[in-house]
């Protein structure tokens, strides 16, 4: 199993990026999909997460109205399109698989990690 998280770099507050989570060697229809981060010096934490239809979606209140997770089942891909980037949402930003299709906010659900993907929000 393979999670290959990509397309974090260096953007000015205010800017966008969209995050991509490719997945490989799971049948990505049957799981739900999240996405983690963690900054310097503190645990890592929730930030949206879908479930396996694309039905269900659930967003951290940090990133509410400005993160958007999607999915592409023909892809085998996940993404988050992040707006109106803040300062603090400099992380390394990870993706994760969970089983039997849900979407959760619980990190401990997740099988599956991806190797993670650093976004810097300079002021």
């Known amino acids: 199993v393979q999670l290959q998280a990509s397309g974090g770099g260096l953007v000015q507050a205010g800017g966008s990026l969209r995050l991509s989570c490719a997945t490989s060697?799971?049948?990505?229809?049957?799981?739900?999909m999240g996405w983690f981060r963690q900054a310097p010096g503190k645990d890592r934490e929730f930030v949206a997460a879908?479930?396996?239809?694309?039905?269900?979606?659930y967003y951290a209140d940090s990133v509410k109205g400005r993160f958007t997770i999607s999915r592409d089942t023909a892809k085998n891909t996940v993404y988050l399109q992040m707006i109106s980037l803040k300062p603090d949402d400099t992380a390394v930003y990870y993706c994760?698989?969970?089983?039997?299709?849900?979407?959760?906010?619980?990190?401990?659900?997740?099988?599956?990690w991806g190797q993670g993907t650093q976004v810097t929000v300079s002021s």
């Open positions: 994760a698989a969970a089983p039997r299709g849900i979407a959760s906010t619980f990190p401990g659900l997740y099988d599956y």
């Open positions: 060697r799971i049948t990505f229809s049957s799981y739900g």
């Open positions: 879908i479930n396996w239809s694309g039905s269900t979606t």
